[in-house]
């Protein structure tokens, strides 16, 4: 069963991990950025028991509006 939860610190590198994967370059994601969004922004996962199968990144604007910066799903999980 996939789950969706909010993002914590600790998913940090298995985010970019799977960002890497799906955009087949190794330098497509910044960890400490991921970290800054995770920690200041609105970042949710979905996972397959412990394994994380997408992401959703996002940051709250001082507008209150929710703006989307990327978004991933591991291929394998795609279209199911």
Not at 44 to 51: E, L, T
Request: glycine residues 2%; proline residues 1%; aromatic residues 12%.
């Amino acid at each position: 069963m996939i789950t969706i939860s909010k993002a914590k610190i600790k998913d940090t590198f298995d985010i970019v991990q799977l960002e890497q994967v799906i955009r087949k370059e190794k330098n497509v994601a910044n960890i400490y950025e991921t970290a800054a969004f995770i920690r200041d922004g609105f970042v949710f996962v979905a996972k397959d028991k412990n394994k994380i199968v997408g992401a959703i990144i996002s940051f709250l604007s001082r507008r209150n509006m929710v703006f989307v910066t990327d978004f991933v799903v591991d291929p394998e999980y795609r279209n199911l």
